[in-house]
């Protein structure tokens, strides 16, 4: 196996920063695993304090467990220069739109320059770690989704992430494409549910977020938000069907906040997706909440 290597993981959603110190052997050092509140809309100097404060927090607990930091892996949403470490977003993190992340985080942490830091797609992290340490293990040709504020994609051939070939749309992005008016990722995502359930209840709608909408339907039985979910695995495997095909995948794995209601739109996806010949696996993810810690880790170790 090698000598062990730790790598300082770094998970960045619009609410949460998760982080976490992971071997080279797939282990989570213990009590290594923060989750810190980042405000995606602040100014540029509170988005990057959170960022200063967690890498530092790490690196000081690193030292107190004696373990050497051999770089750190981040996880993060697009638009995304990851070469470079700048960040392009407009939607959400805008007031720091054009500055050099890395730069800022090496300076101000006084880090070495030669410590590796990489950036990488938060769904391409997440994928990584699925097939890494989680339910995608043992599968050749795998496609991830992310579902929750967006809908993210991944595919990967053995351990490498791919963006060119059959059945993979451009920059790899499946939320893009077109649907009906919009985009596949305006309806499969928070504000896709959100909309589709309101249209359905009417006037009777008191302001539900997604989790509420789906526990209607998984403890209540509640027609509206079962036919919500149900038409996400419909249009799923309407868009997947010749992505999956002309892919050959061998294994469809979620993730995403909203894959933790899985099973409210399951049967549908799987039923529909019966028609792609190679697919052996479609699956929630095992560790939603930290495969993109595991494949952050996972940059690292693969340099």
């Known amino acids: 196996m090698g000598k062990m290597k730790n ?57 107190s ?54 950036f990488e797609n938060d769904a391409w992290v997440f994928l990584r770690g699925e097939v890494w340490r989680g339910a ?21 051939v053995g351990d490498e992430i791919v963006t060119k070939g059959p059945g993979i749309p451009a920059d790899a992005w499946i939320g893009r494409l077109p649907y009906n008016d919009g985009t596949v990722e305006d309806r499969v995502s928070r504000r896709g549910i959100i909309a589709r359930y309101r249209e359905l209840v009417g006037n009777t709608y008191s302001g539900e977020d997604v989790k509420e909408i789906a526990l209607k339907g998984l403890k209540k039985g509640d027609k509206n938000s079962l036919k919500v979910f149900r038409e996400i695995g419909i249009i799923l495997a309407e868009v997947l069907t010749p992505i999956l095909s002309d892919f050959r995948a061998e294994c ?15 049967n549908p996806l799987k039923q529909l997706l019966k028609k792609v010949p190679t697919l052996k696996k479609i699956t929630r993810a095992r560790f939603i909440d930290l495969s993109p810690l595991y494949g952050a880790a996972k940059l690292i170790f693969s340099s």
């Open 252 to 266: 469809l794995v979620f993730g995403g906040q909203i894959s933790k209601s899985f099973s409210l739109f399951e």
């Open 7 to 63: 790598a300082l993981a770094i998970d960045v959603g619009g609410t949460y920063l998760k982080s976490a110190i992971i071997t080279s052997h797939g282990t989570l050092l213990k009590n290594t695993f923060r989750r810190v509140p980042i405000n995606s809309q602040g100014t540029a100097e509170e988005i990057i304090q959170t960022f200063v404060n967690v890498i530092n927090s790490a690196l000081n607990k690193a030292k």
């Open 136 to 156: 995608a293990r043992g599968y050749n040709r795998i496609v991830g989704l992310t579902i929750g504020t967006g809908l993210g994609s991944a595919f990967m």
């Open 65 to 118: 467990l004696e373990v050497e930091i051999a770089g750190i892996g981040i996880g993060m949403p697009g638009p995304f220069d990851y070469k470079k470490g700048i960040s392009w977003m407009k939607h959400k993190f805008s007031s720091i739109y054009g500055l050099n992340l890395k730069n800022e985080l090496i300076s101000r942490l006084n880090l070495k320059k030669t410590l590796p830091i990489k």
